[in-house]
């Protein structure tokens, strides 16, 4: 999405990075999300000079002098919004924020096709109609959209919508039941009181060195265990430690 008509270039100097945080921060995920984001700028000092976190309240959002900014890049935060009644105020607050011609990037949980907005916005997905009203409305102009990590055999039929998913686990312990094929890990994985255990499932076309593990710690949950189940169209299907099955030729 696209701020204003007329168009505008960074320079070459280092652009400043700032972090939104609303106020207060209230539950276990916020809050392990403000400590994160702070451990990974104090452990960068360096990488991170220039980069800030503001505090702001979602009812009355100031996030930064007027016109300031190239660039505002939410992730899944829309829907949290809806909930609270803030989203006009949070989308005419990226408005007031971005420079002539910035550019505003949303990424949310997309609800089935022809759901509306009342009858999904506790279920953590929004209709994509309804996004993009949020920004119309605050003055942008729409320029272009694609779907990311969509699972086709998603039916977005949940009782508790996608808190049912880690780290949420709305169901409690009938959502914590790991993979059945998984074996027992010798010795045992370490047990950490303090983190959540969550089972991860990637499809990965290429992968680099660690990359997996990289990008869990950065969220805040640590790899404990990693195991490549599937290679193309063989997968272990319940093959044990040992164990072996003859491939056709």
Not at 33 to 57: C, E, L, W
Not at 135 to 146: I, M, P, R
Not at 172 to 181: I, N, Q, S
Not at 206 to 225: C, D, H, K, Y
Request: glycine fraction near 8%; include cysteine; charged fraction near 20%.
């Amino acid at each position: 999405m696209s701020g204003r008509e007329r168009p505008t270039a960074a320079t070459g100097a280092p652009q400043p990075l700032h972090s939104g945080h609303q106020k207060p921060s209230t539950g276990k995920e916020a809050k392990q999300g403000d400590s994160v984001r702070h451990r990974k700028f104090a452990a960068d000092p360096t990488q991170y000079a220039n980069a800030s976190i503001v505090t702001f309240d979602a009812r009355h959002p100031v996030l930064g002098p007027p016109g300031s900014a190239h660039v505002v890049l939410t992730f899944r935060n829309v829907h949290n919004w809806v909930v609270a009644d803030t989203a006009p105020a949070m989308f005419k607050a990226f408005f007031d924020l971005l420079k002539p011609g910035g550019t505003l990037g949303v990424v949310d949980h997309r609800a089935a096709p022809g759901a509306k907005l009342d009858a999904v916005m506790n279920s953590g997905c929004l209709p994509t109609a309804s996004v993009i009203k949020f920004a119309t409305d605050a003055g942008f102009k729409l320029q272009n959209s694609s779907e990311i990590n969509v699972n086709a055999k998603d039916t977005r039929d949940h009782p508790k919508g996608l808190w049912m998913l880690p780290p949420t686990l709305a169901l409690g312990d009938k959502d914590k039941a790991k993979p059945a094929w998984l074996w027992p890990r010798d010795p045992p994985v370490r047990f950490r009181q303090s983190i959540p255990t969550s089972w991860l499932e990637l499809h990965l076309r290429e992968g680099r060195n660690r990359q997996v593990r990289r990008m869990t710690a950065a969220a805040g949950f640590p790899m404990l265990r990693l195991m490549r189940q599937r290679i193309g169209e063989h997968a272990l299907d319940g093959l044990l430690p040992g164990e072996m099955r003859l491939l056709g030729t």
